[in-house]
């Protein structure tokens, strides 16, 4: 008997849209007892969001110490001077707010939010935080500890020694960059009472930036900015020059074994530009197009065509001082080499041949469509100030940056996918088990394998 085959249904990919018309805020920027006030006018909003923007991010951490602004950030909730933990929740708990504390390469944050009549006081207590922390030696400690058994915890899942031997191949395990961003358990476990103490003098009693959203009409700036600045002094540190690293000439493979795994974890990576860089719209496109959406190359094909995996994606990281190119994905282990040849070609004919249109006005529409919904929120847009500030960047940059994001064409695409993707010097990093993987590895000929951590070929 033989069985009819059932109809194969066939679905069009709907059209693209028209990207949303988004506005940016007018941003006010003033100089307030020595500090600098940037604000960003929201009209009729009842709610707003101080964010006091200090140069204390993990940049800042000395080596071997990775995570430590991490430790300080935990710490800042333990109380003040001037009120025990319990109290200083209480106080926050009675203007209906919390205290949201963030770092990240470049800056430590610290922000509330609240309805508008409620922001002078919550920016008290935020400096009240900020400058004049309890720092109790026990509370440290406790702090210290609780984060490495969390670090510990997360570093027993795939991806975080991936990350680390990438990081570390690039920019050198020896410099804060090739470091990881929120340290391991060995570098928080090492952070002392002493190294707490003195980062938060080094960096938190600084003046630094105050980052307002809401209705300006309703707020006064100058008192937010005393309140914000009181007790503090000095400017900042020198950010140090853009970091040059060269890509490697050569292309390598570094093998982090996970014996047993079943699958193998991807992370394949390059130096590039910093944040600033003028080339910014034109590569974050090129990486959309590869990488960056459901839609791009590497996932139709090592997804769609291939089903090695259920997604990759790549991505230009940057800070402002450096940056890199990574395309991170997890694919079943007998698959590993197959996948690694396909994205490598991927990224090299987008490299060589540049993106076309129809893939283009696709990465255009969404890319520019994002912003509509992305910078609604008082907190969203207090982050985009906060990039303003980091990278030194125009006041009109996020106003102008939907257009700049359409008004793109392909050949700049092309162009900045041709200058920033650097296949040939790619370290391509593999986490998986060793045992089953490193002989198809070195017969793909992608570049020499390499032990993560002991420098031997495979």
């Given at each position: ?41 929201l009209p009729g909003h009842n709610l707003a969001v101080a964010v006091l923007l200090l140069?204390?991010?993990?940049g800042r951490e000395p080596v071997g110490r990775e995570g430590l602004s991490g430790v ?185 074994d996970r014996p047993g795994s079943v699958q193998s974890t991807l992370r394949l990576g ?189």
């Amino acid at each position: 008997m033989t069985t009819e085959p059932g109809p194969i249904l066939i679905a069009e990919r709907p059209p693209t849209g028209t990207a949303r018309p988004y506005a940016f805020p007018r941003v006010v920027r003033r100089t307030v007892a020595g500090g600098d006030v940037v604000a960003a006018h929201l009209p009729g909003h009842n709610l707003a969001v101080a964010v006091l923007l200090l140069d204390g991010g993990a940049g800042r951490e000395p080596v071997g110490r990775e995570g430590l602004s991490g430790v300080l950030a935990k710490a800042l909730e333990e109380g003040t001077t001037r009120r025990d933990s319990t109290a200083y929740a209480l106080a926050l708990e009675g203007l209906g707010t919390d205290l949201t504390i963030s770092t990240d390469w470049d800056a430590f944050q610290v922000s509330v939010q609240v309805p508008v009549e409620r922001l002078p006081a919550a920016v008290e207590l935020l400096a009240e935080a900020v400058r004049t922390p309890r720092l109790d030696p026990a509370d440290i400690l406790r702090v210290r500890d609780d984060e490495v058994t969390a670090l510990r915890m997360y570093w027993a899942n795939p991806g975080p020694r991936a990350d680390a031997a990438l990081r570390a191949d690039l920019f050198g395990a020896d410099q804060r960059p090739g470091r990881p961003m929120d340290g391991d358990p060995e570098s928080v476990a090492a952070v002392t009472v002493e190294d707490v103490t003195s980062f938060h003098a080094g960096w938190l009693t600084r003046l630094g930036t105050l980052l307002v959203v809401g209705d300006l009409d309703r707020i006064d700036l100058d008192a937010l900015g005393g309140a914000a600045f009181a007790g503090a002094s000095g400017a900042a540190e020198p950010t140090g020059p853009v970091l040059e690293v060269a890509v490697r000439d050569d292309r390598r493979i570094i093998l982090v074994d996970r014996p047993g795994s079943v699958q193998s974890t991807l992370r394949l990576g390059h130096t590039a530009p910093h944040r600033a860089h003028p080339d910014h719209v034109p590569m974050t496109l090129a990486a959309t197009v590869l990488g960056g959406a459901f839609t791009s190359r590497l996932n139709h094909l090592i997804r769609e065509v291939r089903g090695y995996t259920y997604g990759i994606r790549s991505e230009f990281g940057h800070s402002r001082r450096f940056g890199r190119f990574v395309v991170s994905s997890g694919v079943q282990t007998a698959v590993t080499a197959p996948a690694l040849v396909d994205a490598v070609g991927e990224i090299t004919r987008t490299r060589d041949a540049g993106v076309t249109e129809p893939e283009l006005a696709v990465a255009r529409a969404w890319r520019a469509g994002q912003l509509s919904v992305e910078l609604q929120t008082p907190r969203a847009i207090a982050s985009a100030l906060a990039t303003l500030v980091v990278h030194g960047l125009p006041d009109d940059y996020h106003a102008t940056l939907r257009e700049r994001l359409l008004s793109t064409g392909e050949p700049a695409v092309s162009a900045a996918a041709a200058a920033h993707l650097h296949p040939q010097g790619m370290t391509l990093v593999v986490e998986g088990d060793a045992a089953v993987i490193r002989d198809e590895l070195v017969a793909s000929g992608l570049g020499e394998v390499v032990d993560a951590g002991s420098g031997a070929a495979g």
